[in-house]
């Protein structure tokens, strides 16, 4: 379906946001501010269902390649990371971080795996409270982005965005193809099961790991689970050429819809996985100041009218 080219002129950043789905919003909310300490910078509500929130947290404003959020549907059923989906979520940590985050998550009573290797780095393996797995992955790659600013989190172990996400494939051939003839992706390395692929500058950020080990048994969606990986462009301009290459191959690329946040354009992937092209503007700051994130209730312009009723049927999250 994916017809492979030698060149693409698609120029994606790497990655984007990642969302996933959440049960318990305050719950959510706790964990990743007070555990991991990203901020939160959007509180909004989900636009293809209002009467639940859209929570996003990130570095100070949420910049593309930090933003992990979340649709918490109180009472959802876990789910179960697996075979068709986002595995695991990864965030980038400074190399040598690793006793401080060891000793941060034993104090919350957040439950680790044993530190592993993976490639040239050290990856400790965590679950947020609907089972998500998390991964920070502390690595010497050079990455300048700054931590979002807490103050039990100090900046020189603090989270900088996003490192990768995994994908658990068995089959992964023809996301492959996608990423490498289609995306520009381009493989970077390969160590048992796991292979990298990266785009543009690369580094942390950039990456798309594929792991292809048959013992992770198919997952199911629910709770703790990725409902979508989206990828960077800078601007609407790079969003219309990707949207022409991937139709011309082949994708059912949706229409481009305004997030209010970033404009957006969503397919799935060969192997299930639903895939979004985000633009980095106009970003978080569009409809409250820098300094007040998250603390508003963003509603997109044709939601505004019915802001009273919105806000009294959400649950309070302080
Ligand atoms: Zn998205």
Redesign the pocket.
């Known amino acids: 379906m994916f017809t492979p080219t030698t060149s693409s002129p698609m120029t994606l950043g790497g990655l984007h946001?990642i969302?996933a789905m959440a049960s318990d919003p305050k719950r959510n909310l706790d964990f990743y501010t007070k555990a991991l300490g990203l901020r939160f910078v959007k509180k909004s509500v989900n636009q293809d269902d209002p009467g639940t929130y859209h929570l996003y947290y990130g570095d100070n404003v949420g910049s593309p390649g930090s933003a992990l959020?979340f649709f918490p549907w109180p009472g959802l059923r876990r789910g179960r990371a697996g075979q068709g989906q986002a595995y695991a979520t990864a965030f980038s940590v400074p190399a040598g971080s690793q006793a401080f985050w060891v000793g941060r998550l034993k104090t919350l009573n957040v439950a680790t795996s044993p530190i592993e290797t993976r490639f040239a780095d050290q990856v400790l393996s965590l679950a947020d409270p609907d089972g998500m797995k998390l991964e920070l992955v502390f690595t010497a790659e050079p990455d300048a982005r700054t931590p979002a600013p807490y103050a039990d989190v100090p900046a020189t172990h603090g989270i900088r965005g996003f490192h990768s996400t995994t994908l658990a494939f068995a089959q992964p051939a023809a996301t492959v193809a996608l990423l490498t003839g289609v995306m520009g992706y381009r493989a970077v390395s390969t160590v048992g099961h796991r292979t990298r692929y990266t785009v543009a500058s690369g580094g942390p950020g950039s990456y798309v790991d594929i792991l292809t080990d048959p013992s992770i048994p198919r997952g199911l969606n629910g709770a703790g689970t990725v409902h979508?990986i989206?990828f960077r462009v800078a601007d609407d301009a790079a969003q219309l050429v990707a949207h022409r290459i991937l139709t011309a191959h082949g994708a059912h690329v949706s229409p481009i819809i305004d997030?209010a946040y970033f404009h957006?354009i969503y397919y799935r992937e060969p192997n299930g996985v639903l895939f979004?092209i985000?633009t980095d503007q106009p970003g978080f700051a569009i409809d409250e100041p820098v300094e007040s994130l998250g603390t508003r209730l963003g509603l997109p312009p044709r939601l505004e009218p019915h802001r009273a009723e919105i806000e009294a049927a959400l649950p309070k999250l302080d």
Do not use: D, Q, V
Request: hydrophobic share 20%; net charge neutral.
């Open positions: 946001h969302t959020t979508h989206a997030r957006s979004e985000a």
